[in-house]
């Protein structure tokens, strides 16, 4: 007979007397079947995995002959000849913890932990102490950086005539157009960040992004080439302020300016069709010959009105066909003031940095670092050369004597060659006569002398009078021969 040993206590006397057998059926104890699995030990079985038993339980040989137990690992109870049939036991229940008082428990798969609450207590008042620090140190560096920041775009504005700018915009409170000062932020903001998607050119003078304000206003925003003249840059803000108050229907508006950066940002009214240099530069038709000279007409009554009329008289100091806007009538719209200054005095201005882009640029201006309104004129006139021939004022893959449009053009007058110079649709849409006048005003405007060179003035005064003689009064264009 087999019974449970924790319910059984063995005497000798059952053996010696009949005390065991005399108890009759009244003497109950829980019996223990005594078994064991087949006859081979554990290695040998696991070699047969359908027939082995011990699955997720652990394996022993058995103690009085062949065969082999299963019982479940250590912390796991139940039964271990079901896959699943040993379950986890929970050590942190009041009945099976371990754990001393004033202690946490965790169960663990197969174990447990204990932990003290002194040093738990430690543990959790060090962590949240760091992370106080750490809180207590991001926030300090953030808004030290937040200071030297806000110290750097004061700088900025500084440098650029912000101070300036206030003066100026107290002084004329109340009159002419809006100006706005914009922040980083809010171009950013207007750009996708200055992406290059947004890219509507890049210049001698900066980057031009295409934009759009919180108002729902489409704009052009610059970053302009910093200025290493002193002065120009500390009055940078003052006359950008004083050209947004500029009101010409051939001139774009400007609606303000960003100085807290280190390159300004000026935000203008955005054009949607494009520039004259696209016009007569790109594949496809031509465009006509009147709507060249009306092109060439309207910007000259723009440049005229800066020199003469604004006040104080402006200089652009970078006109060139990207300069000239079209909308979507051709309308003229003189653009981008990154290089203009203000005349103050004798129409002209000392600069200690030539600026402008190749091609346009006054040779006398390079010699000299003197800006004057002539150095526009000068300009002008390779516009004008644009458009009678539809060449680049800078050509560097032409051969070195046709490179500068300027210098080649000067030499075919010179030579009787300029017929070969010239866009041949414009010679079967007006006479010579014509393209001859724009030519020898052209010629004018590109004298190596600048006190040799027309006035904008008169500049718009002759094309206008060349405009009367090709168009009737009904706006019609008349083809004029050489034989009228």
């Not at 038993?53 to 009085?64: G, L, P, V």
């Not at 300036?164 to 750009?191: H, N, P, Y």
């Not at 414009?426 to 006190?451: P, Q, T």
Request: a neutral charge.
């Amino acid at each position: 007979m087999v019974v449970d040993k924790e319910a059984f206590e063995f005497r000798t006397k059952y053996v010696t007397t009949g005390e065991l057998l005399s108890a009759g059926g009244s003497w109950e104890v829980p019996m223990v079947l005594d078994w064991v699995v087949g006859n081979q030990t554990c290695e040998a079985a696991q070699k047969n995995r359908t027939a082995y038993a011990c699955h997720n339980s652990e394996c022993s040989n058995a103690k009085n002959g062949a065969g082999y137990v299963c019982s479940c690992p250590k912390g796991y109870d139940g039964n271990p000849y079901n896959p699943d049939g040993c379950k986890d036991i929970d050590e942190c229940k009041a009945a099976n913890r371990t754990c001393p008082a004033r202690s946490i428990c965790r169960n663990t798969p197969g174990s447990h932990e204990c932990y003290e609450l002194k040093w738990l207590l430690g543990i959790v008042g060090s962590c949240i102490f760091v992370v106080l620090l750490g809180t207590g140190m991001s926030c300090a560096y953030a808004i030290r950086k937040k200071k030297r920041l806000a110290a750097v775009k004061r700088l900025h504005f500084k440098q650029h005539g912000g101070f300036l700018l206030f003066e100026e915009m107290k002084s004329r409170q109340g009159q002419g157009r809006s100006f706005t000062l914009f922040t980083e932020e809010e171009l950013e903001d207007a750009t996708d960040k200055f992406d290059e998607r947004f890219v509507l050119g890049k210049g001698g003078n900066g980057t031009v992004y295409r934009g759009s304000l919180k108002d729902g206003r489409a704009v052009a925003i610059k970053r302009c080439r910093v200025a290493a003249d002193e002065r120009q840059r500390r009055e940078f803000g003052k006359e950008m302020f004083i050209l947004s108050q500029v009101n010409h229907r051939n001139i774009v508006k400007l609606y303000g300016c960003c100085l807290e950066v280190e390159v300004p940002m000026l935000v203008y009214q955005f054009i949607p069709n494009g520039n004259l240099y696209e016009l007569i530069h790109r594949d496809g038709a031509p465009p006509p010959f009147a709507v060249r000279l009306k092109i060439a007409h309207e910007a000259a009554e723009a440049l005229a009105y800066l020199h003469s009329m604004a006040s104080p008289p402006i200089i652009h100091g970078d006109v060139k066909s990207p300069n000239i806007l079209l909308d979507e009538n051709y309308t003229v719209k003189v653009s981008d003031f990154g290089a203009s200054v203000l005349a103050l005095t004798d129409n002209s201005h000392l600069v200690t940095l030539v600026q402008g882009t190749r091609g346009y640029l006054d040779p006398e201006y390079m010699q000299t670092c003197r800006l004057t309104d002539k150095s526009d004129v000068y300009s002008f006139g390779v516009v004008l050369l644009e458009l009678l021939t539809r060449r680049k004022a800078l050509a560097m893959a032409a051969p070195e004597e046709e490179r500068s449009l300027a210098a080649h053009f000067l030499s075919s007058v010179r030579d009787g060659r300029l017929g070969g110079l010239l866009d041949a649709p414009i010679k079967d849409e007006v006479g010579g006569e014509v393209i001859e006048m724009v030519a020898a005003l052209a010629k004018r405007c590109l004298e190596m002398s600048g006190e040799r060179r027309p006035s904008m003035i008169e500049v718009a005064e002759e094309l206008d009078r060349i405009r009367k003689m090709c168009v009737s009064g009904d706006g019609i264009t008349i083809l004029v021969s050489d034989d009228n």
